[in-house]
Nanobody, 123 residues
Framework: QVQLVESGGGLVQAGGSLRLSCAAS????????MGWFRQAPGKGREFVAA????????YYTDAVKGRFTISRDYAKNTVYLQMNSLKPEDTAVYYC????????????????WGQGTQVTVSL
């Protein structure tokens, strides 16, 4: 079992930055691809970013490319999401997730989820 705990959310003005952290326990996450997802009020959960097991490849949804950066720290068993140039449409609950499969093409491939952290971007 992998337990994931997100932190770092909060209220920020448009154009500001936040760094989300996802601390894992129970198992090392070096054997997992890691992803960030978000869910805005009244909407479904959507993919934001992911990083593969060795950290060499990252993926982003088009809406955040060039503004968000996903990274992982193996020593700390933690994954980060650096969010810059935030926009009101980035407002959502952000979830960290771990995928133990060879391929992680969508949300359903992720085995473990955190409880989420709220990000609110004001005008």
């Amino acid at each position: 079992q992998v337990q994931l705990v997100e932190s770092g959310g909060g209220l920020v003005q448009a154009g500001g930055s936040l760094r989300l952290s996802c601390a894992a326990s129970g198992r090392t996450i070096s054997n997992y691809a890691m992803g960030w997802f978000r869910q805005a009020p009244g909407k479904g959960r959507e993919f934001v970013a992911a990083v593969n097991r060795n950290g060499g490849t990252t993926y982003y949804t088009d809406a955040v490319k060039g503004r968000f950066t996903i990274s992982r720290d193996y020593a700390k068993n933690t994954v980060y999401l650096q969010m810059n140039s935030l926009k009101p449409e980035d407002t959502a609950v952000y979830y960290c997730a771990a995928c133990g499969s060879v391929s992680c093409p969508n949300l359903s491939a992720y085995n473990y989820w955190g409880q989420g952290t709220q990000v609110t971007v004001s005008l």
